[in-house]
């Protein structure tokens, strides 16, 4: 049985950083490719960041690029979003998703594992 968990989640002012992390059991998440999504009350959900497998390529969307970074720990068979510069507009439930096939894609559609999230709040 496939779990994932995502965890780091918190409140924190606007400036600061904050590192997320996915856990998983039943997959190896180094063999397949992860994105992080948020969601925020009233708003759709919003692929982020993604990773391809192994060494893969990484994505970003703009509203993240240069503050957020994706990377994979393989020995603990986890992977990380470290944030930075955080702002009031990057609050949100941070999901951590897994895709068995194909490649990285910000296309929540496409993931087949989902972790049940971390609240991100972000206000002074």
């Known amino acids: 049985q496939v779990q994932i968990v995502e965890s780091g989640g918190g409140l924190v002012r606007p400036g600061d950083s904050l590192r997320l992390s996915c856990a998983a059991s039943g997959i190896g998440l180094s063999y397949y490719p992860i994105g992080w999504f948020r969601q925020s009350p009233g708003k759709e959900r919003e692929g982020i960041s993604c990773?391809?497998?192994?060494?893969?390529?990484?994505y970003y969307a703009d509203s993240v690029k240069g503050r957020f970074t994706i990377s994979r720990d393989n020995a603990k068979n986890t992977l990380d979003l470290q944030m930075s510069s955080l702002q009031p507009e990057d609050t949100a439930v941070y999901y951590c998703a897994a895709r068995l096939r194909g490649t990285g894609t910000e296309l929540g559609s496409l993931y087949d594992y989902w972790g049940q999230g971390t609240h991100v709040t972000v206000s002074s």
């Open positions: 990773i391809g497998s192994g060494n893969g390529g990484t």
